[in-house]
């Protein structure tokens, strides 16, 4: 069976209910490899902040695999994502998640592949497929990203509570509004930037808290896989502790000014900027709207945001310099 992000909330609820004379669930695993590991960092800091008791990791699928955790297993559900279902790093970490005993919950874009075998639960997620991700008529709150939230939330929920569960979801029935605005709202300032870095080899992306993920998967996944461009993603905490020496006037920079409770970080890395460098270019979530959904639950909504806005520049970027999003010197192509 398939389910939606939907039908999570049951799904949390079936797994402890299976759980509750084992020892019940003690361990919640995120999993996946490039872009698929960057969709879950927001459920990872939502574990991290809201969760007291239970443990929880953000893992490379490969990384899980050889250096697998102690407590991994039976009193253990493992969220692994996986676009088309045939990575092989990420069907080798789910096989041994059921080897192990856990419950598997797989989110994929594709209902029939190589990794369902090994999901207890398969989740179908929701995903733009128009030609570089420019339709944006789909529903964003299904999207992977937003289903492996929902996963976490109600783990912690369902387990030992969450206050700001209702908000949470009230953010959620939000964001399709608020990321389909603020695409528009970009549109002309994305051909003003890939006009003016069409020709740069090197371009750092930063960002901080639930919302750095997508400045990672910018990074490696658009600028360096799809577009050929050195990059690195810069955590905006860690900038003024090693990065900030490589600031000049020439140096180009994208950063993420994100809402709520990690904004300081953000703010003070673009004041610097302002000061020292010329070349940047600002995602601001106050900008874009975010501002609208609860201050409590806010941190987690902005990797959404982002990441969906990020597909305007990409395509705008990718028309300037005759690069296709499609375009790979390796993947799919070597043995690797």
Request: aromatic content about 12%; some cysteine.
């Amino acid at each position: 069976m398939v389910y939606t992000g939907k039908d999570i909330k049951n799904i949390v609820s079936e797994i402890i209910e299976k759980k509750k004379n084992e020892g019940g669930l003690k361990s919640l695993y995120f999993v996946g490899c490039g872009g698929s590991l960057g969709a879950l960092y927001p459920a990872k800091t939502f574990m991290e902040k809201e969760a007291t008791c239970m443990r929880s990791a953000w893992i490379n699928s490969n990384e899980f695999v050889h250096n697998t955790p102690n407590d991994f297993g039976k009193n253990s559900i493992l969220l692994l994502a996986c676009h088309k279902g045939n990575t092989p790093e990420t069907i080798a970490a789910a096989k041994l998640g059921k080897e192990k005993g856990a419950s598997v919950i797989i989110l994929t874009w594709l209902e029939e592949s190589e990794i369902i075998e090994f999901g207890d639960y398969i989740v179908k997620y929701t995903f733009d497929a128009s030609p570089d991700h420019l339709a944006g008529d789909i529903d964003y709150a299904g999207e992977k990203t937003m289903c492996a939230l929902y996963v976490a939330v109600e783990a912690v929920n369902q387990t030992e509570g969450y206050k700001n569960y209702d908000k949470f979801y009230e953010g959620a029935a939000r964001i399709t509004t608020i990321i389909r605005n603020a695409r528009e709202q970009v549109k002309d300032r994305a051909l003003a930037f890939a006009k003016e870095y069409k020709n740069d080899d090197m371009i750092y992306t930063m960002g901080s808290g639930a919302g750095y993920g997508a400045a990672y998967m910018e990074s490696i996944c658009i600028f360096m896989e799809m577009q050929w461009i050195n990059s690195a993603s810069i955590h905006t905490g860690e900038y003024f502790h090693g990065p900030f020496e490589v600031t000049d006037a020439n140096r180009p920079f994208v950063i993420q000014v994100s809402e709520g409770s990690t904004r300081a970080l953000d703010e003070r890395c673009l004041k610097f900027l302002k000061k020292y460098a010329k070349r940047i270019e600002i995602l601001d979530a106050k900008e874009l709207g975010l501002s609208t959904i609860d201050a409590t639950v806010i941190d987690y909504f902005n990797h959404s945001l982002f990441n969906n806005v990020y597909p305007i520049y990409n395509h705008a970027l990718a028309e300037e310099r005759k690069h296709p999003l499609t375009t790979r010197r390796y993947m799919w192509k070597v043995e690797y």
